[in-house]
Nanobody, 125 residues
C-alpha cells in the first residue's frame, strides 16, 4: 500500500517549536519532491513549503520564510518540516504530499501524486 504518514503534531505554546515528519511506505521517497500544506478551520488549504527530490532546493510561502525549514533523509524515506517561533495563526492540520520529479527545483503548487492524512498542530497558551 502506497502511503504517506505525517507525525509530530501536537499542542505547543506560542514561540515554541515542532518538527513534523512525513514517512513514505510502499514507494521510494527519493524519487519524489515533497510539498507541505496546511488548512486551518474555515480556511482554504495553504501551501507551506516544498523540497526537491534531491533535497537541494526548497521553497517557502513568503509569510513563513525564516521560521519553517524543510529537509529530508532519503535513507530513512522521510521528509521533515521544522517549525520554529510558532504563532497561534499557525494552528492548522498539516499535510505532506509527494510528486514524482527529478526537477532540481520544486514548486509548492505542483500536482501531487500522494497525500498524507494530516497531523494537527495547535499553538496556544
Amino acid at each position: 500500500q502506497l502511503q504517506l504518514v505525517e507525525s509530530g503534531g501536537g499542542l505547543v505554546q506560542p514561540g515554541g517549536s515542532l518538527r513534523l515528519s512525513c514517512a513514505a511506505s510502499g514507494f521510494t521517497l527519493e524519487y519524489y519532491a515533497i510539498g507541505w500544506f496546511r488548512q486551518a478551520p474555515g480556511k482554504e488549504r495553504e501551501g507551506v513549503s516544498c523540497i526537491s527530490s534531491s533535497g537541494g532546493s526548497t521553497n517557502y510561502a513568503d509569510s513563513l520564510k525564516g521560521r519553517f525549514t524543510s529537509s529530508r533523509d532519503n535513507a530513512k524515506n522521510t521528509a521533515y518540516l521544522q517549525m520554529n517561533s510558532l504563532k497561534p495563526e499557525d494552528t492548522a492540520v498539516y499535510y505532506c504530499a509527494a510528486v514524482r520529479s527529478w526537477d532540481p527545483q520544486c514548486v509548492i503548487g505542483d500536482e501531487y501524486d500522494y497525500w498524507g492524512q494530516g497531523t494537527q498542530v495547535t499553538v496556544s497558551s
